[in-house]
């Protein structure tokens, strides 16, 4: 890891802390191309994708509903309990967040209502990434708030692994979830599939979920044509510690993050000096043990940065702008630093709150915002599955207390026949005998 020593004045760039960009132009150019080809050809461009990219083709995408049930029995019955568990909070938790995503009305003293109706979606797309990994948690956080939502079809989309099976956990996941048609087929051509429709696969209202770059460039293609959560890139930490932390625990919560992915970005942001090399040796330690040491290594040494600061004010503004996908406040004030936390998915407030508990079994969703979005976007939620309209409900004399604005500003615009549109209600209400405003 790269170890940078701020002091005084002295400030950080983003470009100091991250590469820019995290879709390179040919990705998006090649990920574009499969999305037209799959909107204008369907099922026969996405069995060609799929055969291309993943080997082998099912004979139909769609998984029987008897092999979703059945998977439950070919898992042993701890990951099953170890399923319910997690699906049983993280539905608590975005049951919370439901509370708060509710119609709701006012009435002003004319009688006017206005408000907000909320519905969820009709249908959605949970993308979980396959193929020569399982995901099964994936499954619970992508599918669980859509259902919570009241989303009525919820369809799954993951890659087939080899000869066009899917992991017994995944569907085991997907059974406890509530996924409710699963489909065997991945990459940008899944997308494309679910973004406009096949023979084969249902168009849906929204997709969301993580998936590598050609995935998330899909995604960002058919953006505009159906809803999407966001354009995730590779995964992040960022561990504030202090002199009584733990180095190991340290250690192992960075190469938590960066056993994922290569490009994985760990970063380490202290004020003790001392506590940088304690940790690079726990990390060598470890990786001496780890069966993913290349992939942890490649993305520590790539794109691992320590920066040790002079003072909180430094660490916090470290920390807000790397605007991390997880940060864990690793030290004695954590509460205290949390109020100077502007930008971050997800928080982990004190030495007892490990990332890898949220990315399982907190509640709070793991699928998060990444490359510094975290300033401007939001964590997966109830809310990507629902839609709100405004519902305006005048009365007579509402229209006469707002006419004349309405009338004055539409004329100041160049809107005749918004002005006429009001002034015929006011005219025939004052005819009716009701006085002008």
Not at 28 to 40: G, P, Y
Not at 188 to 207: E, K
Not at 220 to 243: F, H
Not at 391 to 418: F, I, M, N, Q
Request: proline fraction near 5%; charge should be negative; include cysteine.
């Amino acid at each position: 890891m790269k170890t940078m020593v701020l002091a005084g004045s002295d400030r950080l760039t983003r470009a100091d802390l991250r590469a820019a960009g995290t879709l390179p132009a040919s990705v998006i150019s090649a990920a574009q191309a499969i999305v037209d080809d799959v909107r204008e050809r369907g099922d026969e461009a996405v069995r060609a994708y799929t055969l291309k990219f993943d080997g082998s083709c099912p004979d139909s995408f769609r998984v029987s509903d008897d092999a979703v049930a059945s998977a439950r029995a070919a898992v042993s019955s701890e990951f099953l309990a170890a399923l319910e568990h997690a699906a049983a909070q993280i539905r608590e938790f975005h049951e919370h967040e439901l509370e708060r995503e509710r119609s709701w009305t006012y009435e002003r003293a004319n009688g006017v209502r206005l408000g907000v109706r909320v519905l969820p979606v009709s249908s959605a797309a949970i993308y979980v990434p396959g193929g020569r990994a399982q995901y099964p948690s994936t499954v619970l956080m992508d599918c669980i708030p859509a259902k919570v939502a009241g989303v009525e079809r919820v369809i799954m989309l993951t890659p087939p692994q080899a000869g066009g099976s899917i992991s017994p956990f995944t569907l085991a996941a997907a059974s406890v979830a509530g996924v409710d048609e699963v489909y065997a087929v991945g990459g940008a051509q899944a997308i494309a599939a679910a973004a406009y429709g096949t023979a084969s696969i249902p168009a849906v209202d929204v997709i969301v979920g993580p998936g590598n770059a050609y995935v998330a460039a899909a995604k960002r293609a058919v953006s505009g044509d159906v809803g999407i959560d966001m354009i995730a890139g590779p995964s992040e930490v960022c561990v504030v510690a202090d002199a009584a932390a733990d180095p190991r625990i340290v250690a192992a919560d960075l190469m938590a993050q960066a056993e994922h992915d290569p490009m994985a970005a760990c970063y380490l942001v202290t004020r003790d000096a001392g506590l940088v090399p304690q940790v690079l040796a726990a990390i060598d330690a470890f990786l001496e043990q780890s069966p993913r040491a290349e992939i942890t290594r490649a993305s520590l040494d790539d794109n691992g940065i320590c920066v040790v600061c002079d003072s909180t004010e430094a660490v916090l503004d470290t920390v807000n702008l790397i605007a991390p996908e997880h940060l864990e406040l690793h030290c004695e004030d954590a509460e205290e630093l949390l109020d100077g936390v502007r930008a971050a998915g997800a928080i982990f407030v004190g030495p007892w709150s490990s990332e890898p508990l949220g990315d399982y079994v907190a509640g709070p969703n793991h699928t998060l915002p990444t490359g510094g979005t975290a300033r401007f976007s939001n964590p997966l939620g109830v809310w990507d599955f629902v839609t709100r309209s405004t519902v305006s409900t005048y009365t007579p004399a509402g229209v006469l207390a707002d006419a004349r604005a309405t009338e004055t500003l539409a004329a100041a615009e160049g809107l005749w026949a918004h002005a006429l549109s009001v002034r015929l209600r006011r005219e025939a209400l004052v005819a009716g005998g009701a006085p002008d405003a």
